[in-house]
């Protein structure tokens, strides 16, 4: 696991590198410097990033939101301290654990563990989002083809149905890709 940690303060980055290596992970950046970070970040291609920003300016802030908007990846983010609004943006903006006044080696592995699978079961719920969506819309060309072919030829909407569903076949393609072809041929000849 490749990890980079953000933190200007050299000090509390060691504390970081310590309890990470002490776990027994080794792949270890340290990114000391914000400017450029989201290039820097990219070029690195951590598998987590661990952020740490004592106490933080609201601009300093939304570097960091920037960065966990655009790269997505599990963000561990360790301030000294907080307050409602700022722990409500980090939420909005991916960071997977935000950890107030909590930066002790001994921690750092459980902190990261608990950063991965949070990370990965949101991604799953926004793939399943993303694929409810899809289906979703799917369904709704297929039913607006439907349509098409009924008044199109004068047929019930079973008929319509399995007349898409054996193109499907014949063609080696989905339902919705040939009701979407459906739809587009109407849009062409309107």
């Known amino acids: ?3 980079v940690i953000v933190d200007e303060n050299p000090i509390r980055a060691v504390i970081l590198e310590e309890g990470l290596r002490e776990a027994g992970l080794g792949q270890v950046q340290r990114i000391g410097e914000m400017n450029n970070l989201l290039a820097r970040i990219y070029a690195i291609d951590p598998d987590v990033i661990l952020i740490d920003l004592e106490n933080p300016s609201r601009d300093t802030l939304e570097q960091m939101f920037q960065v966990s908007r655009a790269v997505r990846r599990p963000i561990a983010m360790f301030v000294d301290q907080s307050d409602a609004v700022s722990i409500q943006r980090s939420v909005d903006a991916g960071v997977s654990a935000y ?4 930066l002790k080696k001994e921690r750092i592995k459980s902190i990261l563990d608990l950063c991965v699978s949070r990370f990965n079961a949101f991604s799953k719920l926004q793939s399943e989002l993303e694929r409810a969506k899809d289906d979703l819309e799917q369904r709704k060309d297929v039913d607006r083809a439907k349509g098409i072919l009924m008044k199109s030829k004068n047929i019930s909407e079973d008929q319509a149905y399995r007349l898409m569903r054996s193109a499907a076949m014949r ?3 989905k339902i919705g890709d040939i009701a ?11």
């Open 1 to 3: 696991m490749k990890i």
């Open 99 to 102: 950890i107030v006044d909590g």
């Open 171 to 173: 063609e080696n393609k």
């Open 180 to 190: 979407r072809s459906i739809i587009m041929a109407r849009e062409l000849l309107k």
